[in-house]
């Protein structure tokens, strides 16, 4: 007689949120169809935004969404890190810090005299930064919210042991394909498009607006070339500042400290 043998377990994915909208997550709840397939292949261990019934590690795949921002956000991302095989990070506030980061750039206990009437009941840390500041991360998925295609890629590559064929190209190159009309060239708009990481399709540039950065850096970029394109379109430096200074506002600080160029005569950003 033969023996009966159970099914190969299936892996097992964690999905966990930080300081953040839940944007990220949705994107995934967003995926339908995907969505579907998805769950044919992985267990979903632990994901609060679609269900109450979690279980604990450990995981294969961890998608991590949102910044660590509190000190309580320290501990438990790394029981994450712990507890996951691999880990992701999705959303400019997972790789970047968010537009939480903004705080970054000012005083956090000032913030909080203003904005709570008891700040000693708030637990807070001074800056808003990307998880992998503190944890080893297997890959980061940018935007605001991300794609939904990166993301069916990036939980199949795992599935399958490959690296993600996410393309790490500046948006310009989608407004190409796309056949959009350059919105810097034929109207003067500014646009960071020559600098941001594709991912969101092109879509401001393809609505007549420029690109205002929500996937965060492209692998490669000049920042200081761009800058007098953005004088010549009548930015100051300071508008250039506060135009990077928005999902991504960490990640943009960093590229702008490898060269001049975005900064106006006095300096100021």
Known sequence: MGTDTAPPARPRLG????????GCQLTLLDCEDELLGIAAELEIAHFPE???????????????EGSVSTPEHLERVRRIRADSRHLVTIGACATAGGVQALRNHADAEEYLAVVYARPDYIETLATSTPVSAHVPVDFELRGCPIDRGQLVEVITSFLAGRKPGVPDHAVCFDCKRRGNVCVTVAHGTPCLGPVTHAGCGALCPAY???????FGPA??????????L????????????????????????????????????????
Do not use: W
Request: net charge negative.
């Open 15 to 22: 999905v966990f949120k930080f300081a953040s909208c839940d």
């Open 50 to 64: 679609a269900s109450s019934d979690v279980a604990p590690g450990p995981y294969d795949l961890a998608l991590v």
């Open 208 to 214: 007549g607006r420029g690109c205002y950065g929500c």
């Open 219 to 228: 692998g490669t970029t000049n920042l200081p070339a761009l800058a007098p």
């Open 230 to 269: 953005m004088h010549r379109d009548g930015m100051s430096g300071e508008d250039i500042g506060r135009f990077l200074r928005t999902f991504n506002a960490t990640a943009f600080a960093a590229v702008e400290e490898q060269g001049p160029g975005t900064t106006d005569e006095a300096g100021s950003r």
